[in-house]
């Protein structure tokens, strides 16, 4: 009966795997003159279309005395510019039947509107207006940062767990600017002069800096047409664009330590180093997160929310970066259940990895469900639209959105065992407790091992 079972998943996940490869997304690339790099592909099963600009500047390339920069142009780009007066940016999206967005990650800034195909040249328009003529003035700059204050207050400081992030990077990074989140830090902020602002700007925000993707019900050779009409003379920016080169030194010993939060039940956070996005250990390291945490039927899940009722949530995430990141596994706890003992349980689990391998059934789950994801991310064309700038931007090689599911399917049984092993040791971690405020008064209530 068992044999059966494997069999049939093993016939499932081969379907899977034909179906994602029929489906191989098309596109076409090229650079301006200007060093801006296109990317078109072609969808007209719907009539709509998805342009998205990608900026190669995160937190990571702030100055250490002006962090937040990257974030705060994220909101400042949307003040208008030259030819947009102020405020009307969003309006210009919305009467056409559209809408947009930005974020901003440690490593990159992508803007994008999803619009009507047939207002394919407004979004083209807004963007080269971004990039050309962004109205950077003291009304712009004074009114965001209040904005970005406000967000910090909602996301960050009054919500809850919402300042893990910022703590476990400032302990697990000593050197790297990973140390810093992407909003940064208001004070910076708030010191920066206009002339600064504009450095930044003239600085990463020049055509050579910046992916152009596209995709959607468009005409390839029209839409050519269209970018040389906004984009082609647009100068470039002629300044070296730096790139931070800083190697974070290997750390040596368990970082353990204490966070009193705005929070009802405590929490465990580690965070183990882990290395750069696109390397063999990286894949591996997903599929790890995928068996440890990865819906209901996972192990953690399983173990300690299920079984043990020692946890209410369980979660492990590797965040991918540019540069070497950090994998976390997050443990909510349940009521009455200690800090020490959750995190002995989380504990546990990690070790049942490291010494003997997983099952076939629970391999071909994980590699099923790892499939699923990178199907359903290229489901829609604003999805293949960020992750062909994604491909680009990182690996110079946008056709890793057809091939990187291959790099998924080259891991083993053998490599997740090795990467738990190489990576999600002890002397390789930060631990946070996170209690609630009304503990501080309260060091009885608190245990904290103290062995590595």
């Given amino acids: 009966m068992q044999k059966s079972i494997l069999t049939l998943v093993l016939f499932f996940a081969a379907i899977v795997l034909v179906i994602a490869q029929a489906n191989e997304i098309e596109f076409t690339e090229y650079d301006l003159d200007n060093g801006m790099h296109v990317i078109l592909h072609q969808d007209n099963s719907t009539p709509i279309v998805a342009v998205s600009i990608m900026y190669h500047v995160g937190s990571k390339n702030e100055d250490p005395e002006r962090t937040g920069f990257a974030h705060f142009f994220e909101h400042l780009l949307f003040e208008g510019s030259k030819n947009i007066k102020r405020g009307e940016f969003d309006k210009y999206i919305t009467n056409a039947g559209g809408v947009n967005n ?10 994008y509107e999803i619009l009507p195909s047939n207002q394919l040249e407004l979004g083209l328009w807004l963007e080269s207006e971004r990039l050309l003529h962004a109205n950077i003035d003291e009304v712009g700059v004074e009114t965001q940062r ?16 919402g300042s893990i992030l910022e703590e476990i990077s400032k302990r697990a990074y000593k050197e790297h600017p990973y140390r810093w989140t992407t909003i940064g830090s ?8 206009l002339d600064e602002f504009m450095d930044f700007y003239k600085t990463f925000y020049v055509p050579e800096n910046a992916t152009l993707s596209i995709a959607g019900d468009i005409d390839i050779k029209e839409t050519r047409e269209l970018i040389d009409k906004y984009f082609a003379d647009i100068p470039r920016g002629g300044n070296e664009i730096p790139r931070p ?3 974070e030194p290997e750390q040596k010993e368990e970082i353990r330590d204490v966070v009193y939060d705005k929070i009802q ?4 956070i580690q965070a183990y180093h882990m290395p750069a996005q696109g390397t063999d250990d990286y894949y591996a390291l997903n599929m790890l997160s995928t068996l440890l945490s990865g819906g209901q039927s996972s192990r953690m899940y399983k173990k300690l929310v299920d079984e043990d009722q020692k946890a209410l949530q369980v979660l492990a995430i590797p965040f991918g970066s540019e540069d070497p ?10 009521m009455g259940v200690s800090l020490e003992d959750l995190e002995e349980g989380m504990d546990e689990e990690i070790e049942k990895v490291q010494n003997e391998l997983i099952t076939e059934k629970e391999f071909q789950k ?8 990178i199907v359903s991310g290229n489901s829609t064309v604003t999805g293949i639209a960020e992750n062909l700038a994604n491909y680009h931007v990182y690996f110079g090689d946008a056709n890793l959105i057809n091939t990187e599911i291959e790099k998924y399917m080259d891991v083993t049984r053998e490599d997740i065992k090795n990467v738990a092993n190489k ?20 060091p009885e209530e608190l245990k904290l091992k103290t062995d590595n």
């Fill in 265 to 268: 039940l405590p929490a465990v």
């Fill in 102 to 111: 930005a974020n901003t990650s440690n490593d990159r800034t992508y803007y």
């Fill in 186 to 193: 208001m004070d910076h902020l708030n010191a920066a002069s």
């Fill in 245 to 247: 080169d800083i190697v």
């Fill in 423 to 442: 990576y999600l040791n002890r002397n390789n971690r930060v631990v946070l407790y996170y209690l609630p405020e009304s503990a501080k008064n309260k």
């Fill in 146 to 161: 209040e904005v970005v204050k406000e967000e910090k207050r909602q996301r960050v400081d009054n919500r809850p767990y």
């Fill in 366 to 373: 994980i590699r099923n469900q790892v499939e699923n994801n």
């Fill in 325 to 334: 990141g950090l994998y976390l596994t997050f443990g909510l706890a349940n």
